[in-house]
């Protein structure tokens, strides 16, 4: 089995950066796309959670959410099974749990901005901006 572990959230002021990561471990012969999603705090029941940013295996091809780009950046290292988010200008609209998904993919330039698409996700970590 996979597992997906997010680390590296914590309590910010407005305009401070911080950098989250995850770890993926098991199966990890597979290769995988990645993405991170967010759900900010009293999101409606059943709705799904946003994207923030993709990444292929190859980390060649990349992926953001409108809200994120220019602020946010996803990098991964595959040595370490692991994919890390540096957020930069942060805003309390950024605030949520944030989580991590990995996709097995065979082609090594594919990502996704779907959160259907993924098959494993972590169990989140907070991120709360404060103004």
């Known amino acids: 089995q996979v597992q997906v572990v997010e680390s590296g959230g914590g309590l910010v002021q407005a305009g401070d950066s911080l950098s989250v990561s995850c770890v993926v471990s098991g199966r990890t012969r597979s290769t995988y796309a990645m993405g991170w999603f967010r759900q900010p705090p009293r999101q409606p029941p059943g709705k799904e959670r946003e994207?923030?940013?993709?990444?292929?295996?190859?980390?060649?091809?990349?992926s953001y959410g409108d809200s994120v780009k220019g602020r946010f950046t996803i990098s991964r290292d595959n040595a370490k099974n692991t994919v890390y988010l540096q957020m930069t200008t942060l805003k309390p609209e950024d605030t949520a749990v944030y989580y991590c998904?990995?996709?097995?993919?065979?082609?090594?330039?594919?990502?996704?901005?779907?959160?259907?698409?993924?098959?494993?996700w972590g169990r989140g970590t907070q991120v709360t901006v404060a103004s």
């Open positions: 998904a990995a996709r097995s993919s065979i082609s090594p330039i594919s990502y996704y901005s779907n959160s259907y698409a993924y098959d494993f």
């Open positions: 994207f923030v940013a993709s990444i292929s295996y190859s980390g060649t091809r990349t």
